[in-house]
């Protein structure tokens, strides 16, 4: 079970209105396109709190926590919503006690925040490790986001995750921050109207939601169901570190005008992650009931089949729209780190060089975790594993910048390598005496920096920490107009 079948017309009409919609927000990406490298990497700071909310949520309810929050459901009961609604819990957190600081770091990068505290190797360290948590959402999302295509608009999943790849790659390459921003809104618009019709057209073929009562294991309906408390508390831990960390979480928050609007739009960003965990999790809950025997992958697609052929196509136009910005958003954030952390302090480019180069590596970004998304597990797996790389680079902040006593450049450095070899190595064998690996990325840098430093005294930072790419630039628009200005007093 599991195959979404449509006559040759309705395909023709769904697939057309998929390409009107792609259309659309590929011309407004273009009308909104980043002229310069300030609004490519955060939209020159004028975005409103309402906008950069919805650029939150985005990064934590796309693609991949959409279909992998329903295919969790399905399998484990709606203590699968904890997958979204930790989201909540980590905005919460971050606008009460870390926006600030990191809004008045002065930094859009995340690493470039820690460089202040620690230096520049750890810097360099920092960026490492987020860019290959960031490439391993992105397979995440080329998985969960072809499975969704495959089904709707019948090609094979090598032709789906193209698809994905050039459409994203278009949006952010040409957009930026200004652009992603803007067509985001769209997108998350026709996301949740997309789960919306679905939980209806579910609850309408099942009859409501007491006949699912009656008929599935009570555990389907406690607070931890088959997920178990362990992982619950695991997922807060980790989705909450990780958004202290994401780079593109730092970006939309540098995009705000002041720190207040970064803390409005955390509050926001809670409000909307809210119920979607729980609509989601309804979803899989019913496709259980309904389909027991099929792959639980396709517990949300499944339903586009049992809708009015309009329906379908807005569902359809939804699931797309959810791919693309999940993809887009990340690319962003990768692109960002590797253009401010290893391209501008290498070569010091003038700005209109800078913006060229960024689009250039944009594109190979972009196209990157296609040689990657072969013989992926789990995807909610995967996508908690990667949150857990990011909730090392959060304890070594939140350390730093609460904690004076953790200063020692060495400790955060040795703290970051074997914490996040240590994650990825528990996460291949599958978390060993039961311990999820989001505890090894939670309690091994703390650790190793106390140990480091009560056994050898540490060192406060030394390096040299190299100027924010927008810094770098406008240093060098500077220079020129000095330099023009002595020719034309000579």
């Not at 490492?128 to 995440?140: F, P, R, S, Y």
């Not at 980790?238 to 720190?259: E, H, P, R």
């Not at 499944?302 to 359809?316: D, E, G, K, R, Y």
């Not at 913006?355 to 992926?376: A, E």
Request: charged share 10%; proline share 4%; with cysteine.
């Amino acid at each position: 079970m599991g195959a979404i079948t449509f006559t040759t017309g309705e395909t023709a009409f769904i697939l057309g209105m998929v390409f009107i919609y792609i259309a659309i927000t590929s011309w407004l990406s273009v009308k909104l396109r980043s002229k310069t490298s300030g609004e490519f990497m955060n939209a020159a700071k004028t975005m409103p709190a309402l906008i950069v909310a919805v650029l939150l949520m985005t990064e934590f309810i796309g693609a991949k926590s959409t279909v992998g929050t329903a295919e969790s459901a399905f399998k484990y009961g709606m203590a699968a919503s904890w997958s979204v609604i930790a989201a909540a819990v980590g905005y919460l957190l971050y606008g009460l006690f870390f926006v600030k600081k990191l809004y008045r770091s002065g930094s859009f990068t995340i690493s470039g925040a820690i460089a202040q505290k620690y230096g520049h190797s750890t810097q360099l360290i920092v960026s490492v490790i987020m860019i290959a948590a960031l490439l391993l959402v992105n397979v995440g999302n080329y998985i969960s986001g072809a499975a969704a295509l495959t089904r709707i608009m019948h090609v094979n999943i090598p032709m789906a995750m193209l698809i994905i790849a050039v459409v994203s790659t278009f949006y952010y390459v040409l957009g930026g921050m200004k652009g992603v921003a803007y067509v985001t809104v769209i997108h998350a618009f026709m996301k949740y109207l997309g789960v919306i019709i679905v939980i209806a057209v579910a609850l309408s073929l099942t009859g409501g939601i007491q006949p699912i009562v009656d008929d599935l294991p009570d555990f389907y309906f406690t607070w931890d169901g088959h997920v178990g408390a362990n992982t619950v508390f695991a997922w807060i831990i980790a989705t909450s570190g990780s958004i202290f960390s994401t780079q593109f979480v730092m970006q939309a928050i540098s995009s705000t005008k002041s720190a207040h609007e970064a803390q409005k739009a955390c509050l926001y960003s809670v409000i909307l992650c809210l119920p979607l965990g729980l609509i989601l999790a309804g979803i899989g809950v019913c496709a259980r009931f309904l389909y027991p025997d099929m792959q639980a992958l396709y517990a949300l697609p499944i339903f586009i089949q049992h809708m009015p052929l309009f329906l379908s196509a807005i569902v359809t136009t939804s699931i797309v729209a959810a791919v693309f910005v999940s993809v887009s958003t990340v690319a962003l954030g990768i692109a960002s780190l590797v253009v401010a952390d290893f391209y501008v302090p290498k070569f010091k480019p003038a700005p209109e060089k800078q913006l060229k180069m960024t689009r250039y590596i944009s594109i190979v970004i972009g196209f990157l975790p296609l040689l990657f998304v072969f013989g992926v597990p789990e995807i909610l797996k995967l996508s908690f594993f990667t949150r857990a790389l990011r909730l090392t680079i959060s304890v070594v902040a939140v350390l730093g910048f609460y904690l004076p006593f953790f200063n020692s450049t060495r400790g955060a450095n040795v703290g970051l390598i074997v914490s996040a070899v240590g994650t990825a190595v528990w996460y291949i064998l599958d978390n060993p005496f039961g311990i999820d690996n989001i505890y090894i990325a939670l309690i091994v840098p703390a650790i190793v920096m106390f140990f480091e430093k009560v056994l050898t005294g540490g060192s406060g930072p030394i390096d040299v920490v190299p100027a924010e790419p927008e810094a770098v630039a406008e240093t060098a628009q500077a220079g020129k107009s000095e330099g023009t200005t002595a020719q034309a007093n000579k």
